[in-house]
């Protein structure tokens, strides 16, 4: 993220407060928000912003996990809102309603060192009058090179 939004904070006994991350551009989306017990927002290599080509909006509908009813204070309530079990936050006791993000996991995977590999599965597409067979439109460049070399049109 590039920097931290203050969403809700309580402190009486051990203060919380609770931060939205602010993605670098509409390309990316945060999966969840930190909670910390200071009052400064963390540093903003705590967590990371994902980038919105390996995610999906969010298959299940937010689940609460916690509100402040009887507890006195701001009103609140903290909800896990994708699959991964992200925290999100919200002002009052209702759900929050905008999409939530959860990784692709048909599309996206990690290797050991934590970097993204991914991978689409799509249809295959044969040109009409094709002698081949072979898909020629839709794929770039170095591809349909490839494709009418083997196909002696080349």
């Known amino acids: 993220p590039v920097k931290f939004r203050h969403v809700w904070s309580q402190r009486r006994g051990t203060a919380l407060f609770v931060w939205r991350p602010v993605p670098p551009s509409d390309a990316f989306v945060a999966l969840g928000m930190i909670a910390t017990t200071a009052p400064e927002p963390p540093p903003v290599d705590r967590v990371r912003c994902i980038a919105k080509s390996f995610c999906r909006p969010a298959s299940e509908a937010p689940v609460m996990l ?49 970097k993204p590999s991914v ?36």
């Open 66 to 114: 916690w509100d402040d009813t009887g507890c006195g204070g701001k009103p609140a309530s903290m909800w896990l809102v994708n699959s991964p079990q992200a925290l999100w936050v919200t002002a009052g006791r209702t759900a929050p309603q905008e999409t939530f993000w959860e990784l692709a996991a048909d599309t996206i995977t990690f290797d050991y060192m934590g």
């Open 119 to 154: 991978f689409m599965v799509h249809e295959k597409q044969v040109a009409s009058g094709s002698p081949t067979g072979a898909p020629q439109t839709n794929l770039p460049f170095f591809q349909r090179s490839i494709v009418r070399g083997l196909s002696g049109r080349g």
